[in-house]
């Protein structure tokens, strides 16, 4: 039927907002007077990294939004070890507004720009999961892949960061929403095997219900989460209203299947009997009372008793999926749930009439609750920065393993040395830069003040801090009578 193809609503989250961030100034004067450099001639890369960090403020709701996310946190990793000392700030705020309360925070901590941005990374996907259409297999595919890298990305936040000042970014509202996140995986899962098992043998519909309590067992997990004392004033009540009524539909649901498997299913056969008394002796949380298994599966009118107390315990959970769904106002506005809950709970009714029978009096008893088993256990992604490739903006400024915020260096020297009988007195080692290996007492670099670890920054006016071992004796050798101009740094 089509209400039945029709899908619940996902919860989506909505990406953290951000100020403009004007660096040019700050990072100018840090060139100058860290690396000794002319901060002007570095306005290039900086209005660059300021043009990427303004981009990302509004992706693209899709692939290529996300990888803009990465790129940028990518990026954050050279911007961090460029300008950003152990023991003195930049001087600049990150202004970042909570994605549920809109309430602003700000840091100088650099590592709450990248929280934000990670968070971010997690709304993106999980925007990208609520937009599929999950009616086809290709849509919910896509759904599980995205909500399971939005719960790695959540999860990869709350144990990698602390201490932000925002709520959303607390351990609680994280845990929370790896749980959610982790739900609606499990509920895309329980679609997929509705969508694919279209055979409606015993075996399958058992399945089908332990999927459908394997979900509302998540759902209640994360509604339970959601009530607790940090979290419960900050989430929507549309959020804890919406996971309330998931856990009692999947309940009804469940219910239903386990009634559908035993009523309108035949019985075993001699050959199946062995394989289905295996998998009904699992099914339940307790035994229903009554007759043996090996009997009730046999006997139709037992399994017509046993049918009926599930779809009585089923409709009572539609009931109460559709009451809760009705006090709020928010979720009373989406016709899509409010028809997926009706059409469920009339599904049950006629069943129910269909298999009641006038003369039944016998008290229908109270079906035990189905033992959740899924298999498709959600997979928590991490994020997979190595897809995104980024290259450090501020690559002049040369090696980070020198060249970074944490090293501090005396103002470079420049030397002029004159060949003398044993060429310039020194020798070199290493790359990138290269470093004076050896002096030898009494030459002309010893006579200079060139010293055993100095780096070799330029050669006669070209810069060297990149260059390698060979370019640079070849630089050194290919100078005449009038000598050669170098420029060393001292760690």
Known sequence: SSSESISVPMIPLGLKETKELDLLAPLKDFISEHYGEEGILFEKEIKEFMELRQAMRTPSRNEAGLELL???????????????????SLGVFFH????????????????????????NIGALHTQIGARQDRAS????????????????????????????PSLDMSAASLNMLVRLMVAQVQECVFEKMTLLRAQHDFLTRLQLAQEAARVEDVYSLVHQTMTQAHVKDYVPFSWTTMVHVKSEHFKALSHYFAAIALCDCPVASD??????????????????EGPSLHVLLQDPEERRKLGKAHLKKAIMKHEEAMRIHGLCK??????????????????????????????????????PDIHPKTHQKPEIKSPNFSQVKVTDLFHRLGPLSVFSAKNKWYPARRVHLMRGENGFGFTLRGDSPVLIAGVIPGGCAAEAGLKEGDYIISVNGKDCK?????????????TGEEGVEISVITL
């Open 137 to 164: 297999l290709p849509g919910l595919n896509q759904a599980i892949d995205a909500f399971q890298k939005a719960a790695g990305a959540f999860n990869y936040l709350k144990e990698n960061f602390s201490n932000a």
């Open 330 to 367: 928010i979720l009373r506005k989406m016709d899509i749930l409010q028809e997926v809950l009706s059409f469920a709970h009339k599904r049950s009714l006629s069943k129910y009439s269909e298999i009641d029978h006038e003369e039944d009096f016998f008290e229908t008893g109270d079906a």
């Open 271 to 288: 050959a199946e009997l062995p394989e289905h008394e295996k998998a009904f002796i699992q099914f339940h949380i307790t035994m229903p």
């Open 96 to 119: 970042w507004y909570d994605s549920l309360t809109g309430v602003p925070s700000h840091q100088r901590a650099l590592a709450f720009e990248k929280g934000s941005v990670l968070f």
């Open 466 to 478: 990149w260059s390698k071992h060979a370019e640079v004796v070849q630089l050194l050798k290919s």
């Open 70 to 88: 990465m790129e940028y946190y990518n990026q954050l990793y050279f911007f961090d070890s460029r300008f950003f000392p152990p023991t003195t």
